[in-house]
């Protein structure tokens, strides 16, 4: 497993942008998948978008799509979320995790290492 340690989250309003990273240690960073799910109160955790070991596939849920964009750098074993045009609903806490599984990096259940969570909160 890796070790992964989010920031960046913050209170912004209504059609603002945010910029999440997520630092990872331990095993070798580019042989995961990594994503980004989150939970927002009263709701289960969703994986909300995700790249492969390599950054050439990324997938994205519906409610997200055209406004946030995953992205990596393995040089720094870093992964980024960038939200912008946010939304009172994108309010949740936000986790990034690892994947050893990069054929199903898609999928939540292939997920094994989780940081400790940002909260973004966006206002209307």
């Known amino acids: 497993?890796?070790?992964?340690?989010?920031?960046?989250?913050?209170l912004v309003q209504a059609g603002?942008?945010?910029?999440?990273?997520c630092v990872a240690s331990g095993r070798t960073f580019n042989a995961y998948a990594m994503g980004w799910f989150r939970?927002?109160?009263?709701?289960?955790?969703?994986?909300?978008?995700?790249?492969?070991?390599?950054?050439g596939n990324k997938y994205y849920v519906d409610s997200?799509?055209?406004?946030?964009?995953?992205s990596r750098d393995n040089a720094k074993n870093?992964?980024?979320l960038q939200m912008n045009s946010l939304k009172p609903e994108d309010t949740a806490v936000?986790?990034?995790?690892a994947s050893p599984n990069n054929y199903y990096y898609f999928q939540a259940r292939t997920y094994d290492?989780?940081?400790?969570?940002?909260q973004v909160t966006v206002s209307s």
């Open 64 to 70: 997200v799509k055209g406004r946030f964009t995953i």
């Open 94 to 97: 936000y986790y990034c995790a």
């Open 39 to 55: 939970q927002a109160p009263g709701k289960e955790r969703e994986l909300i978008c995700a790249i492969t070991a390599g950054g």
């Open 113 to 118: 290492s989780w940081g400790q969570g940002t």
């Open 16 to 21: 603002g942008s945010l910029r999440l990273s």
């Open 78 to 80: 870093t992964v980024y």
């Open 1 to 10: 497993q890796v070790q992964l340690v989010e920031s960046g989250g913050g």
